[in-house]
């Protein structure tokens, strides 16, 4: 009998990133805000070129991090959710799942298709995975809402930030440009702060579930 490939360290490493990142971006918005104050205070009169390269330097500190932390919690979440789906194919046959593995990793890049392949997987995996379903066709057994509800979360985070990368690059150098850069930063840190805690549970749970011992059928890698 073949061995799981280990998911539980992956998907504590993966969570301790998601719930880094999340502060990262709540940092970002914090300093959106004050690039904002420092930009009006500078237009008023009651702020100095001092304070608006004060702004831009805590820009640079605070998003730096924030960028690093958000590529390193996406490979190691990618990395320990292509082992959760071999694993979960080793309960559940692979002709069974919506997507091949291949959409494991490919499904986050490819325009339109990830709005739902992603969580296609993550909805498959957890079902082909859950004890309690198993001898029930995989597409015929429940979709957790706890996978929606973070999917939601996650897809309102990337509509904001893309929003926010917008309003950020458009050229337009206003007081209120920089008003609706700082909203949309905060609406999105704000979304991924509830992405980042339901995500935690989705991989504990995933994890969980194929830390018990359960039938395993053959698959080749």
Do not use: C
């Amino acid at each position: 009998m073949e061995k799981f490939r280990p998911v539980r360290s992956l998907g504590i490493a993966a969570s301790v990133l998601a719930g880094l990142t999340a502060l990262g971006n709540v940092g970002e918005a914090a300093a959106d805000w004050f690039n904002y104050t420092a930009i009006r205070g500078y237009r008023d009169g009651t702020a100095t070129a001092s304070d608006l390269d004060t702004a831009d330097k805590v820009n640079v500190v605070v998003g730096t991090p924030a960028f690093l932390l958000t590529l390193a919690a996406g490979v190691v979440f990618v990395v320990w959710l292509y082992n959760a789906r071999v694993n979960a194919e080793r309960l559940t046959p692979a002709a069974e799942h919506r997507r091949s593995r291949t959409w494991v990793w490919l499904g986050w890049f490819v325009p339109f298709v990830n709005l739902w392949y992603p969580k296609q997987v993550v909805d498959d995996v957890w079902r082909a995975s859950d004890p309690q379903q198993q001898g029930v066709p995989l597409q015929q057994r429940v979709q957790h809402k706890l996978v929606t509800q973070w999917w939601i979360a996650f897809v309102l985070m990337w509509i904001m930030d893309r929003a926010y990368l917008h309003s950020y690059r458009n050229g337009m150098l206003t007081t209120d440009s920089f008003l609706t850069t700082a909203i949309f930063s905060t609406l999105s840190a704000i979304a991924g702060v509830v992405a980042a805690v339901l995500v935690v549970q989705v991989v504990k749970r995933i994890s969980d579930f194929q830390s018990s011992p359960l039938p395993v059928q053959s698959s080749s890698d």
